[in-house]
C-alpha cells in the first residue's frame, strides 16, 4: 500500500473537513443576483396587519339620538319676523311740488310696504315727511308732517294695524344735494323706518 507523506494526509484531512463545512454552509442559501435584492412593487409581500384579533368581537351599532328640538319662544319667533322685515327695504314714498297727496306711484310703494308689515303686526314704525330744500325751514316742516300724515292715513285704510309714529325733517335731511328737478324730487319723500333704528 502506497503511503502519503505525512504532510499530504495531514492536508487533505483539513481539506475534508474545510469542504463540509462549506457545503453546510451553503446548503440553507439561495445565490441572488443585484436586480434579486431590489424588491418589486408588484411582488411585494402585504405585511400582515398589526393589533388585531383573527376573531374580533361583533360591534353593537346602536342607532343615533334623536336631534334636540328646541320649542319655539313666541316671541322670539316674533322678534325674528321683525328683524327680517327690518333687513327689507321699506319703498320711499315720493311727492309732487308743494303737494302732499299720494300720486298713483305712492300708492303701489304703499302696498307693497303693507304687505311687509302685515307679516310683522308687532314691527313699531316711524313714517318720516321729507322736503327739497325751497321755501323756508317752517313751511317744509308743515309740508313735510302732512305728506308723512297722509301716508299714515292710506296705510291705516288698508288696514295696517302696526304702531306707527309720524314726524317731519321738512328740508333738513336731504338725500340729494344737486339744484336740479331730478334731485328735487327724491328729497320730496316720506320715509317709513322701523323705530329701533334698523
Keep these: 500500500m502506497n503511503r502519503l507523506p505525512i504532510g499530504w494526509g495531514h492536508s487533505l484531512a483539513v481539506l475534508g473537513v474545510v469542504l463540509s463545512l462549506t457545503a453546510c454552509a451553503t446548503k440553507g442559501t439561495s445565490t441572488t443576483t443585484t436586480e434579486d435584492k431590489v424588491a418589486k412593487p408588484e411582488q411585494a409581500q402585504p405585511v400582515p396587519l398589526q393589533g388585531f384579533a383573527r376573531t374580533p368581537r ?108 309720524v314726524t317731519s325733517y321738512g328740508k333738513e335731511r336731504p338725500v340729494c344735494a344737486e339744484h336740479d328737478e331730478s334731485c328735487y324730487w327724491k328729497n320730496r319723500r316720506a320715509h317709513l323706518v322701523l323705530e329701533d333704528g334698523r
Design 58 to 165: 361583533e360591534e353593537v351599532v346602536r342607532p343615533p339620538a334623536p336631534p334636540l328640538v328646541a320649542k319655539a319662544d313666541p316671541s322670539e319667533f316674533e322678534a325674528r319676523r321683525a328683524r327680517e322685515a327690518s333687513q327689507r327695504e321699506f319703498g320711499d314714498v315720493y311727492f309732487e311740488f308743494d303737494h302732499w297727496g299720494l300720486s298713483p306711484e305712492g300708492k303701489k310703494n304703499l302696498d307693497q310696504n303693507a304687505e311687509i308689515l302685515r307679516q310683522n303686526p308687532r314691527a313699531r314704525i316711524l313714517i318720516e315727511g321729507h322736503c327739497d330744500d325751497r321755501g323756508s325751514i317752517e313751511y317744509n316742516l308743515v309740508l313735510g308732517e302732512k305728506r308723512a300724515q297722509e301716508t299714515r292715513r292710506y296705510l291705516l285704510t288698508l288696514g295696517i294695524t302696526n304702531a306707527m309714529g
